[in-house]
Each structure stands twice: as C-alpha cells, then as structure tokens.
C-alpha cells in the first residue's frame, strides 16, 4: 500500500471513529486510539496488553470491518462530508454574490453552526 493510501486509510478510519466510537467495544476503541490516533506499532500494542502481534492486527481489522458496517448502515461520515461540500459550495456562492458584507458575515455564521453539527 502506497504511503498516499495509507494516509487516506488513516484519515478515513479516524473520521468514522470520531463518528462511531461510541457504538465499539472499549477494546476496540483503545486498539484503533493507539495505532491510529498515537501511531502505536503493532507490536508496541501487542507489548502493552501482552497479547501477539497477530491478535492486536486483528482487533484492528475487526474494529475497521465494524466502523464501515455502521458507515453502511448510518451513513453519517458520508453526509457530514456532503453538507461539508454544499456549504462551501453555499460559501462561494455568497463570495460572487451582490450582498453587503454584514449580511455575508450573517449568512456564513450560519454556514459554521451548520457544520458543526
């Protein structure tokens, strides 16, 4: 796997963890923190719980399977990413737009809460 689709994999499994984390079992909540989110290897993990290598790569490939099972279902990283999408598209829109700057200022507030949620 080349360095490129390694980063979107990382990216992608951090999105729907930040999404999902809540529905994943505490084990494999603290396997995807520490080899996402810290960069752990596999065999630092595998060190910390006393556990083989073997076992924490598939912790992790079970954790992967079960985020893209409820991405499949929910579908919740795929409109955050859409709304994200129409919002800038929204955002350049109202950049070509006749309105005065107090009303631009306004409508992008708007925009930001939008997508923050």
Do not use: C, W
Not at 29 to 55: C, M, V
């Amino acid at each position: 796997m080349s360095q490129e689709n390694r980063l979107e994999k990382t990216n992608r499994i951090n999105l729907l963890f930040d999404f999902y984390e809540p529905l994943l079992t505490e084990k494999q909540q603290t396997f995807l923190k520490y080899y996402f989110h810290d960069d752990f290897s596999l065999g630092e993990i595998a060190a910390e719980f006393e556990i083989s290598r073997q076992a924490v790569y598939e912790h992790i490939k079970r954790a992967e399977v079960v985020l893209d099972m409820y991405e499949e279902k929910l579908g919740l990283l795929a409109k955050y990413e859409q709304r994200a999408q129409d919002i800038e598209t929204i955002r350049n829109m109202l950049e070509q737009s006749g309105l005065e700057a107090g009303e631009k200022q306004s409508l992008n507030g708007i925009l930001e809460r939008l997508l923050a949620f």
